[in-house]
Each structure stands twice: as C-alpha cells, then as structure tokens.
C-alpha cells in the first residue's frame, strides 16, 4: 500500500507562482513513477506531469516551460513547482503513484488562479 498527501494549494493571481507537494509513505520502494493531475468543474482528470524512478520527465504542452515536476527521495516527497499561472490552470491537483500493478492517489489539493 501507498499513501499519498497533496499540500500547497490556494489561492493566486495571474502569473503567479504556487509549489504542491506530494508527501509519500508506505510500500513506496516499489513505486516505477508518479505524476500530477488536474480536474478543473466539469471536466476530467487530465495530465500534467510526471516523473519516473530515473529522473526523466514529461509535461503536457499547456503546461511546458511553466510547470517543473521534481523528486526528493531522502523527503518521500515529489513536488510540481508552478510559475505563470493561467485562470485555466484553475483546479483541484491530484498526485499518483504507479508501482508497476495498480495506481494509488492522493485526496487533491485546490489551485485557483484569479485576480
């Protein structure tokens, strides 16, 4: 088992800059990699970012140059650094960890971009 706690949401003006963490704990040797999602009201979860076991990264376009998504190992904790933050970024932010059988997901934590 993997347990997964978001923190790091809020409220921010446009362009701004907000930092979520994903502090892991549990069986999370076996985590392959992890990721961050987003649900923005009447939409579905999409991805944003993720990062594997080995360091490689990947974004989705919208987000590409903006969003940077980091691992600390010695913390159990993997970070989304935000910066030039959009209305349309305006969500509730979700991390995952695959273990290589199944997925595991945290609670979510809401960002709102909005002056």
């Known amino acids: 088992q993997v347990q997964l706690v978001e923190s790091g949401g809020g409220l921010v003006q446009p362009g701004g800059s907000l930092r979520l963490s994903c502090a892991t704990s549990?069986?999370?040797?076996?985590?392959?990699?992890m990721g961050w999602y987003r649900q923005a009201p009447g939409k579905q979860r999409d991805w944003v970012a993720i990062v594997t076991s080995a360091g490689t990264t990947n974004y989705v376009d919208s987000v590409k140059g903006r969003f940077t998504v980091s691992r600390d190992d010695a913390k159990n904790t993997m970070y989304l650094q935000m910066n030039s933050l959009k209305p349309e970024d305006t969500a509730v932010y979700y991390c995952?960890?695959?273990?290589?059988?199944?997925?595991?997901w945290g609670q979510g934590t809401q960002v709102t971009v909005s002056s």
């Open positions: 549990g069986s999370i040797f076996r985590i392959i990699s």
């Open positions: 995952k960890a695959f273990n290589g059988f199944r997925d595991y």
